[in-house]
């Protein structure tokens, strides 16, 4: 077994400060996640991995950067990974999904910035993600005015470097995007003294093409009646998906879905075929924000899908693997993650169409939009997604809330009387 203490300590993290993290989520993890019932047996992968969130995996990171490849963190799905993973690096997932060192955070944000944004500062200040601290480059991008701004405050202790993302989707802004992508590759190729070469890029692109495309498989799976995994299984494998090494998790996705589809067959399930079916849509939920999946589950509702970046909107869109030359995979490589229909863009309404199309194609009793408090984008958004949704004949529930315990109950509350509703339709 590795030393890892000596690990952490090497790497910059807080012994003391991670010691009451572990104290904490361990337990957290049992009651959500492993007490579940009836779970499918290939989840033991994703449970160990869990287990070892800190350990193995870090251990493997750090082991690379023995050898001389980076390990860039980065905090949204916009952020093209084919491009660090062709370079010899590994790229892995930083939003805290977690109220951290909170107070440390407010001295720097205001106190009503998004909770995502203080979690991953609270992390950074606490020095308490491994992740993080094994960062030897974080990605920042120009989503939200949250995270932007916050940026610059997390240069003054890390080195990040931001990606220009447009906020609309015409041609001038296509362009302009295509020249970030090429940008990036730039500082990536600086950061890891290699040249960006196309057989790689194209070996990095089926990497994460497959990969994605496991998940679709997990996701296709889940359209059976009864459900043949829960919301929060499914929720907490795409949390897992920023972190693993990309091959062995689509592997371990792939015999997952083996089993579920054998499942699917038999009519076995997770819960009643009766259970309302939901689709869960809004801001990203990280590891180990299992709060409201954990209500509405826990209320009888059965989570079929997940309109989230830690949900569809990571793995709908494949790149396309063709491509003459390096320009071309570059585009292509752009142009499929331009794709993403994350709620800072505008106009942004083929995210309604899509949450839509969801719904239907998962038989869905009712949609829950989960915005975090503070999140303009995603709140502000939730008007035109409920005009079309339940223009469609769909109810829609919008439970706006942060990371804390505080409101859990009332939001149960309302998770009851949604679903009640929902089951006497
Ligand atoms: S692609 S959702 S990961 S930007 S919750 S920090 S929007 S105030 S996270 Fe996101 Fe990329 Fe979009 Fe996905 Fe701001 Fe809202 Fe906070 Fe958010």
């Known amino acids: 077994m590795e030393d890892y203490r000596q690990m952490w300590a090497d790497i910059g993290v807080d012994l003391k400060a991670h010691d009451g993290l572990l104290e904490v989520l361990p337990p957290l993890f049992g009651d959500v996640i492993v007490n579940q019932p009836n779970r499918p047996a290939r989840m033991a992968y ?14 493997e990171l750090v082991q690379q950067q023995k050898s001389g490849r980076k390990v860039v963190g980065a905090f949204c799905t916009y952020v093209p990974e084919e491009i660090v993973t062709a370079l010899g690096s590994s790229c892995v997932g930083l939003c805290g999904g977690a109220e951290v060192a909170f107070e440390a955070a407010e001295q720097y944000l205001p106190h009503n910035t998004c909770a995502l944004i203080k979690s991953s500062l609270g992390f950074k200040l606490g020095k308490v993600c491994p992740y993080f601290e094994a960062s030897d480059l974080v990605i920042g991008e120009t989503t939200c005015d949250g995270k932007k701004k916050y940026y610059e405050i997390l240069g003054e202790m890390a080195d990040v470097y931001v990606m220009q993302l447009p906020q609309m989707k015409q041609e001038a802004d296509r362009e302009m995007w295509r020249g970030e992508v090429r940008r990036f590759t730039a500082k990536m ?21 497959d990969k994605r495309k496991a998940m679709q498989r997990l996701a296709e799976v889940r359209k059976a009646a009864p459900p043949v995994i829960s919301g929060k299984d499914a929720l907490f494998i795409n949390q897992i998906a920023f972190l693993d090494e990309p091959r062995r998790f689509a592997n371990k996705v792939n015999e997952l879905c083996d089993e579920l589809e054998k499942r699917a067959a038999a009519g076995e399930g997770v819960a009643e075929a009766s259970a309302p079916r939901i689709l869960l849509s809004g801001c990203p939920m990280a590891i180990p924000n299992w709060k409201v999946p954990h209500i509405v589950e826990s209320a009888g509702g059965a989570i079929v899908m997940e309109e989230l970046c830690t949900g569809s909107r990571y793995y709908s869109h494949l790149v396309d693997e063709a491509a003459a030359d390096l320009d071309k995979m570059l585009d292509n490589i752009a142009d499929s993650y331009l794709d993403i229909d994350c709620a800072v863009f505008t106009p942004n309404d083929e995210r309604a169409e899509n949450i839509v199309r969801m719904a239907k194609e998962y038989s869905v009793d ?11 984008p995603y709140s502000v958004e939730a008007y035109k997604v409920r005009k079309a ?32 509703m929902l089951s006497s339709k």
């Open 46 to 59: 994703f449970d160990a991995f869990f287990g070892e969130i800190h350990g193995r995996r870090i251990w």
């Open 189 to 209: 190729e600086e950061l890891t003294g290699e040249k960006l070469e196309l057989d790689r890029l194209k070996e990095a692109v089926k990497v994460s093409n």
């Open 366 to 376: 009712g949609v829950m939009y989960y915005s975090l408090l503070f999140c303009s």
């Open 389 to 420: 949704v339940e223009g469609a004949g769909v109810p829609l529930l919008y439970v706006e809330t942060d990371y804390s315990q505080g409101d859990a109950q009332q939001i149960a509350t309302r998770v009851e009387a949604f679903l009640e």
